[in-house]
């Protein structure tokens, strides 16, 4: 499995709608500072619910929202929002229709082909909402993050390895690091069950 197309609108810096293709193998961004690439980054970890706000650079979910006047630092008034779709071909069938169709609550996911994760996050007056689906159909956070999960991917996965992260690794105690590699092996999980499990 792996990412075939963000569509990002309204997001940060793409003040347009943006579909951005990925290849199967080796995609790479290039560009001048502060042209958007890290944006793209933090899109994926937006949608996929992978990271906090500052881990995404943002203080708050709102201001993932472009903002014409973000680098003069005004503000924007009235009703805005943005949106994240991550397109991840699944021709290889990491998820099979049945685990879509259970994260998904319907049995209406359409071609598997393609796992569609979106969301969405509204501004309104005085407040701000997320919506998330699952190949267009309305979800929770948790049902994303548990199909994800079934796929190996998870915020301690490292499907995303961030600035400093490869540094933090080398400098780590030989415990530590293997907790790590339990995380990604996915021995963890079974670790954090068997605790929970005697703790009943
Ligand atoms: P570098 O090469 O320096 O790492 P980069 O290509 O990774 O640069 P980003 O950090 O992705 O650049 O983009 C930074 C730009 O995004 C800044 O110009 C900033 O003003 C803009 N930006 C961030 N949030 C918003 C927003 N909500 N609305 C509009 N622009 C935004
Ligand atoms: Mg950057």
Redesign the pocket.
Known sequence: MHIKELVLDNF??F?RKTRIPFYEDFTTVT??????????I?SVLFALGLARTSGI??EKLT??????G??EGSSFEGEREASVEVILDNEDRTLERSQIVNAAGTDDVGDIDEVSIKRRVKETEDNYYSYYYINGRSVNLSDIQDLLAQAGITPEGYNVVMQGDVTEIINMTPGARRKIIDEIAGVAEFDAKKEDAFEE
């Open positions: 940060k810096s003040g560009g001048p500072n502060g042209s958007g690439k890290s944006n793209v933090d650079r943002a201001d993932l929202i472009y903002n014409p973000h680098q």
